[in-house]
């Protein structure tokens, strides 16, 4: 199947810096893609839908100026989760869609310090 | 909106016995998408099986078969000779078919466990 790559796959930052995650379609180009947060033992919570080349679409409650989301290419989309605090701490996973199905990167591990 | 429902949080099962996962739905379309999505201790998502909704046959992959129902918006994943590879949380999940609606709708997740 498809991959989709996504780095880091752990970050420690420190509380009030910006972290950026990266997600990356390898072998096919992904028109959407989407960020997941998944908290411990709980199900992926669909953050934002990210279009190539047009503003992502967020879910409600999505701090859109918190989590800002960059889609520039058919095979790129960036993370930046802005000012973190010890909350934002979670994982994040991200997924592309080609014609068929998603496909899911490997995940972040966050942590604020 | 629809929803998923997975009303089993844990389950176990012996290894080479059989296990099913239940998943209800809730949606007023016709047709649509649905799945079921391995996430190990790894912690990657893994598709285990696709059905399409406006496919009766039950779709089959080695040793996982669902259940679906349509009508009773049920779709149950059964898990044969259980391995204790399977261990992990397992999601349902659903996706419209309309142009717009791309996301994927979860349930809640249920997590496998194997006794050797």
């Known amino acids: 199947g498809a991959v989709v790559s996504q780095h880091p796959s752990r970050v420690i930052c420190k509380s009030g810096t910006s972290v950026k995650i990266e997600c990356r379609s390898l072998?096919?180009?992904?028109?959407?893609m989407f960020w997941y947060r998944q908290f411990p033992k709980q199900s992926l919570m669909l953050m934002a839908t990210?279009?190539?080349?047009?503003?992502?679409?967020?879910e409600q409650g999505v701090e859109k100026d918190k989590f800002l989301i960059n889609h520039a290419s058919l095979t790129l989309s960036t993370l930046t989760v802005t000012s973190a605090h010890p909350e934002d701490s979670s994982f994040y996973i991200c997924?592309?869609?080609?014609?068929?199905?998603?496909?899911f990167g490997q995940g972040t591990r966050l942590t604020v310090v | 909106a629809q929803t998923v429902t997975q009303s089993q949080p844990e389950m176990s099962v012996q290894e080479a016995e059989t296990v099913t996962l239940s998943c209800t739905y809730d949606?007023?379309?016709?047709?649509?998408?649905l799945f079921w999505y391995k996430q190990p201790p790894s912690r990657q998502m893994i598709l285990v099986i696709r059905q399409e909704a406006y496919k009766q046959q039950n779709a089959t992959e080695n040793r996982f078969s669902v259940n679906f129902q349509k009508a009773a918006k049920s779709f149950s994943l059964k898990i044969s000779d259980s391995q204790l590879g399977d261990a992990a949380m397992y999601f349902c999940?659903?996706?419209?078919?309309?142009?717009?609606?791309?996301?994927?709708?979860f349930g809640q997740g249920t997590r496998l466990t194997i006794n050797p």
């Open positions: 949606t007023s379309e016709s047709d649509y998408y």
């Open positions: 999940a659903y996706r419209s078919l309309f142009q717009g609606a791309q996301k994927l709708v």
């Open positions: 990210s279009n190539e080349g047009s503003k992502a679409t967020y």
């Open positions: 997924s592309a869609r080609d014609i068929r199905e998603a496909f």
């Open positions: 072998d096919f180009q992904a028109t959407t």
